[in-house]
T-cell receptor, first 115, second 115 residues
């Protein structure tokens, strides 16, 4: 098991373009989370999947953001019409079992720069 | 709403000495989980230690231990015999128990261990 994998590691895009990030969780982890981390700050929750169902979305997730997890395996996070304020590290994490009693494993993140 | 506050933006310690990182939190949940995560420069976040709120005993993992003061809503991390590899950003995080493993993070503390 290679852990949580995120691609790409870095993405530079022009304002107004669409971007898509991919997260491959640890196999058989039924929970998958997306967080956003700006420089010098702690991660902020964006959205959560239990298997293929998206069960919660943060108010931070504007209409320009969409996430999917088809078949309960990998997940994608798409940002449409990117803005400079979208520049951040996007982290994916996965876990199994009920809250708190299992560890959330994080990927290395995708760093997005909007120019 | 849940909040986590880390009031020490930066800390430093000499190798082999002991350092304590502070964290306070707020939640209305009766059972919850608290975590310390370590994020080394340009590397993924890893779990250092976890504490379940209704366990009285403070958690310990090798050189890492916590001081959990439930009434004061305080959760500090003590690192003993500090090593150069402990240099990282440390985040305190809260899982509110009914939030499906969704984590609320503090702002982080940058710890530098000097030789």
């Amino acid at each position: 098991d290679t852990g949580v994998s995120q691609n790409p590691r870095h993405k530079i895009t022009k304002r107004g373009q669409n971007v898509t990030f991919r997260c491959d969780p640890i196999s058989e982890h039924n929970r998958l989370y997306w967080y956003r981390q700006t420089l010098g700050q702690g991660p902020e929750f964006l959205t959560y999947f239990q298997n293929e169902a998206q069960l919660e979305k943060s108010r931070l997730l504007s209409d320009r953001f969409s996430a999917e997890r088809p078949k309960g395996s990998f997940s994608t996070l798409e940002i449409q019409r990117t803005e400079q304020g979208d520049s951040a590290m996007y982290l994916c994490a996965s876990s199994s079992g009920t809250s708190g009693d299992t560890e959330a494993f994080f990927g290395q993140g995708t760093r997005l720069t909007v120019v | 709403a849940q909040t986590v506050t880390q009031s020490q933006p930066e800390m430093s310690v000499q190798e082999a000495e002991t350092v304590t990182l502070s964290c306070t939190y707020d939640t209305s949940e009766s059972n919850y989980y608290l975590f310390w995560y370590k994020q080394p420069p340009s590397r993924q976040m890893i779990l250092v230690i976890r504490q379940e709120a209704y366990k009285q005993q403070n958690a310990t993992e090798n050189r890492f231990s916590v001081n959990f003061q439930k009434a004061a809503k305080s959760f500090s991390l003590k690192i003993s015999d500090s090593q150069l590899g402990d240099t990282a950003m440390y985040f305190c995080a809260l899982d509110g128990g009914t939030s499906y493993g969704k984590l609320t993070f503090g702002q982080g503390t940058i710890l530098t261990v000097h030789p």
